[in-house]
């Protein structure tokens, strides 16, 4: 049987932060009338029971964007929301793959870096992926009414050409995905690719965020590897996100090659603000 022994927090009444064994941060949002599931991680356990443990309201299972940590629990649904720019690279992971090894993989990845102990056994919890859920867009300014709460969709392109934030007008909480956080990864998309997004696009839509703090009091990214569980991300991490992206565009940014953390990657162009990294390709800079 999977575990269900996820960690949880409520972080608001009827807003629960569900870690994935270090691996990526669920939200669960319960209205009146529905409930909306923000991800799914990489797909460890039996995340839909325990999910139906805190709700019986019928689920809407929404996702920030396209990677193996964010959808890969989606089989596990009837069905799943996404911005139509991340649609063709859903069932590929972000072109990471979604594949068994390749969830076992990034699991083991990140049970080695944190040195976690967990309960649960990834021969058992975590299995095959598939069939894919079917697909329906989410849209910039769309809004979900779950019942006397209602979340705003807000594009965000930059980590991916479809990544998305909500914003949860009753609890004053923007919750980022990958949009944003101290780790923050760009220009992943060669440019005359579909997905290519510039830095200054990035930095375009990042300010639109910063814009829209009179509607936010605090914000939750995907993990919580930068923050405490359950606690939101620092006002730093938007600030100085811009700050390195502004300096990026202009020219004047100090970037540092590095090794990439990621297994079998290339090496990385990082520029660090404060606390906040970015990774960028030079290549990719302006639109």
Same mark, same amino acid.
């Given at each position: 049987m999977?575990t269900q022994a996820f960690?949880h927090?409520e =972080?608001?009444?009827? =807003?629960f ?6 691996c990526a941060?669920?939200?669960?949002l319960?209205?009146?009338?529905k409930?909306m !599931?923000i ?9 839909k029971g325990f999910?139906?443990?805190l709700?019986d309201?019928?689920?809407m299972?929404c996702?920030? +964007?396209? +990677?193996i940590d +964010?959808?890969?629990?989606a089989?596990?649904?009837?069905h799943a929301?996404?911005h139509?720019?991340d649609?063709a690279?859903?069932s ?7 594949s068994?090894e ?6 083991k990845?990140?049970a080695e ?9 990834p021969?058992?919890?975590?299995t ?12 910039d300014?769309? =809004? ?6 209602k979340?705003s969709?807000?594009?965000c ?7 998305i ?7 004053r ?5 990958d $949009?944003?956080?101290?780790? !923050?990864? !760009?220009?992943?998309?060669k ?10 696009k990035?930095?375009?839509h ?6 829209? +703090? $009179? *509607? ?7 993990h919580?590897?930068?923050?405490a569980?359950?606690?939101p991300?620092?006002?730093? *991490?938007?600030r100085?996100?811009?700050?390195a992206?502004e300096?990026i565009v202009?020219?004047?940014?100090e970037?540092v090659?590095?090794?990439s953390?990621f ?9 660090? =603000?404060?606390?906040?990294?970015i990774?960028?390709?030079?290549q990719g800079i302006?639109?």
């Open positions: 999977k960690p927090k =972080i608001s009444p009827n =807003i932060e569900i870690g994935e064994f270090d941060s669920v939200f669960l319960i209205g009146d009338e409930a !599931l991800d799914t991680g990489v797909g460890i356990g039996d995340l999910v139906e443990k709700t309201k019928p689920l299972v996702y920030t +964007h396209n +990677h +964010h959808v890969g629990g089989c596990a649904f009837d929301y996404i139509p720019k649609m690279d859903f590929n992971g972000g072109g990471i793959g979604l068994l390749a969830r076992r993989g990034y699991a990845w990140i870096r944190e040195k976690g102990n967990y309960p649960y056994q021969e058992v919890d975590i095959e992926w598939g069939p894919q859920p079917p697909l329906f867009p989410l849209e300014g769309q =809004i979900i009414d779950l019942g006397n709460r979340v969709v807000i594009d392109p930059g980590h991916t050409a479809g990544s934030a909500f914003l949860d007008e009753n609890s909480t923007l919750f980022l995905g $949009a944003c956080n101290c780790n !923050l990864l !760009l220009g992943r998309a440019r005359g690719t579909p997905n290519f997004v510039s830095i200054e990035t930095l375009s990042l300010k639109r965020l910063q814009n829209l +703090h $009179a *509607a936010y009091d605090r914000y939750f990214n995907g919580y590897d930068y923050r569980f359950g606690e991300l620092g006002e730093d *991490a938007l100085d996100a811009i700050t992206c300096q202009a020219g004047t940014a970037v090659v590095k090794p953390p297994p079998n990657a290339p090496d990385q162009h990082v520029v660090t =603000i404060g606390r906040t990294s990774s960028f390709d030079p302006h639109e």
